[in-house]
């Protein structure tokens, strides 16, 4: 007669063997075919919160808590009929941090029914985790480095379109540079031979003193004031075009004579106009480092300005100085005008702009804009300061001693 599972008696386990897995510090147990607990490590039951003075001979379900034997029931059947099971098991200690254990069922003897008894192994695989952890997140960051990568990638690609589309409109802003300089040329030179021939003849009336030739001395000079205001226009062209070419380098900046680009300055102006110029040096004349044709310029477009919008009887100031911290060449316009309206300063070096002022004069507004960008391409500055009583103050910072 087989004896019922519930009337059956556990047999028990050798003391000395019990004795020496508890000692192991691992997790055994082992509860035979009806279920009964024949041995338990107190590793094992404080992993399943068991209390070791009366777990052995316990059924095993009455002893595991609704969550634990929920987890574990089915492996425990399974292992029960005689199938191997291996699986892992997480729970979280009194501070919170996960602790993991692999669980081994090991089907034993049968009895007649087919029931296993089964001896579950707790091992620790805490470092395993850490480990797999660690491959996680290395994983992740290789991941996310890859796709970094991708991203930089398709990034270099689009950088390199842009660099393509870049050089190519470099390229063609020179060649239309290039083209400006040549039409320049072609236009400037009759126009410069013209208003040599004015002020030759403008000065052979005057050598000799003849009489009612007033007339056409003032025609002369109106057609000389003329010929400046087209020559400077065409420069100013020439100038906005030459610093689009260079992309915001100086080009040709070199040792540069100060007392000869002054004079070559001076000439720029009309004739009757230099007697109000007046040119104060408040530095040793010397070589200075700068972009001669476009300072030359520069200067030319400020004292046209300072000429224009003075009244006619006052003279304009070029002030020459120079600053030792840090190295740099100083130059101010000074004028006794009428001031620049403070409206017009936010936009004074804009591209177009005009003051209230400039309603009769010629041009498109690109002198100041050029006298900025000829600074930044310089590195300096230019500001626009009042001065005392009335009047305006153009003062350029020019570095000097700058890595080319």
């Given at each position: 007669m087989?004896p019922?599972?519930?009337?059956a008696?556990?047999c028990a386990?050798?003391a000395?063997l019990?004795?020496l ?8 147990a082992?509860?035979?075919a ?27 379900r ?14 425990f ?10 699986y892992?098991d ?7 941090a ?6 081994q069922?090991t089907?034993?003897?049968?009895d007649?029914?087919?029931q ?10 805490g ?7 660690v ?10 480095l890859?796709g970094?990568?991708?991203?930089r990638r ?7 379109k ?15 540079n ?6 320049s040329?072609?236009i400037r030179?009759?126009?410069n031979?013209?208003?040599a ?6 000065k ?5 003193h003849?009489?009612d ?5 003032k025609a ?24 689009l ?7 040709a900046?070199s040792?540069t004579?100060?007392?000869?680009l ?14 109000r110029?007046?040119v ?26 300072a ?7 006052t003279?304009v100031?070029?002030?020459?100085s120079?600053?030792?911290?840090p ?28 003051g209230?002022h400039?309603h009769n004069?010629?041009g498109?507004g ?14 300096g500055?230019v500001e626009a ?5 009335h009047?305006?103050?153009m003062?350029?910072v ?7």
């Open positions: 087989i019922s599972p519930l009337s008696k556990p386990v050798p000395q019990a004795e897995l508890g000692q192991s510090g691992q997790g055994y082992l509860w035979n009806e279920g009964h607990l024949l041995m338990a490590t107190p590793a094992w039951c404080q992993w399943f919160d068991v209390p070791p003075d009366s777990a052995t001979g316990q059924l095993l009455p002893l595991l808590s609704d969550a634990s034997w929920q987890t574990h029931s089915q492996r059947a399974a292992a029960g009929k005689g199938q191997r099971q291996e892992d997480t729970r979280h200690d009194d501070f919170g996960q602790r993991h254990r692999r669980i069922l089907p034993g003897a049968a007649a029914q087919g296993h008894e089964v001896l579950m192994t707790l091992n620790d695989v470092r395993e985790y850490a480990r797999g952890a491959i996680t997140r290395q994983h992740e960051q290789l991941q996310s890859q970094q990568l991708r991203s398709d990034d270099d690609g689009e950088l390199e842009l660099r393509t589309l870049l050089d190519w409109r470099t390229a063609m802003l020179t060649e239309h290039e083209m400006l300089q040549l039409l040329h072609e030179q009759p126009l031979n013209a208003s021939a004015m002020q030759a003849t403008l052979a009336i005057d050598d000799l003849l009489p030739a007033t007339p056409a001395t002369l000079l109106r057609a000389e004031h003329v010929m400046q205001q087209v020559i400077g226009t065409l420069d100013n062209t020439l100038a906005a075009g030459t610093i070419a260079v992309g915001g380098k100086a080009g900046s040792e004579d100060l007392p000869t002054i004079k070559l300055v001076l000439h720029d102006i009309a004739a009757d106009l230099r007697p110029i007046d104060q040096w408040q530095a040793q004349p010397r070589t200075v480092q700068l972009h001669p044709a476009l300072m030359r310029l520069t200067i030319r477009n400020l004292l046209h300005n000429l224009a919008y003075a009244p006619a009887e003279q100031a070029l002030r020459i120079e600053s030792d911290e190295l740099a060449l100083i130059l101010e316009v000074i004028d006794q005008g009428p001031g620049i309206p403070a409206e017009l300063l936010p936009r004074l070096f804009d591209k177009g702009s005009r209230n400039s004069r010629p498109a690109l002198g100041l804009f050029i006298v900025r960008s000829v600074l930044q391409l310089h590195q500055t300061l009042p001065h005392s009583p009047g305006t103050v003062r350029l020019i570095p000097q001693g700058l890595a080319e």
